[in-house]
């Protein structure tokens, strides 16, 4: 059960892209795992400590450093807060942007 901030993403991010799971479980609370509706990426809106956040799978058609991981078959997922990119976590390690 994540009681951080970081252990919370890390938690959606396992559970939606290593574990393949259809629903997401945070602190209770559960979230679908949607996809995108043009490249069938995995999505998750969810909720923590009043934050309302999105994790998204990186797409490995662009031209970042994070889709040539994705490209590579590490499991990437990048998250937002209000369409900003706050954090991203890639094969379990997690990188909060500043």
Not at 55 to 60: M, T, V
Not at 68 to 94: C, N, P, S, T, W
């Amino acid at each position: 059960m994540p009681t951080s901030f970081e252990s919370a993403l890390l938690s959606v991010w396992q559970q939606g892209l290593v574990d393949k799971k259809k629903i997401v479980e945070i602190d209770g609370e559960t979230y679908s795992v949607k996809q995108t509706a043009k490249s069938r990426l995995k999505q998750i809106d969810f909720r923590f400590e009043g934050r309302e956040l999105r994790g998204l799978e990186q797409n490995p058609n662009t031209k970042s450093r994070w889709a040539k991981l994705a490209r590579e078959e590490k499991k990437v997922m990048q998250f937002l807060e209000a369409g900003r990119y706050i954090a991203v976590v890639v094969d379990g390690k997690i990188q909060v942007y500043k």
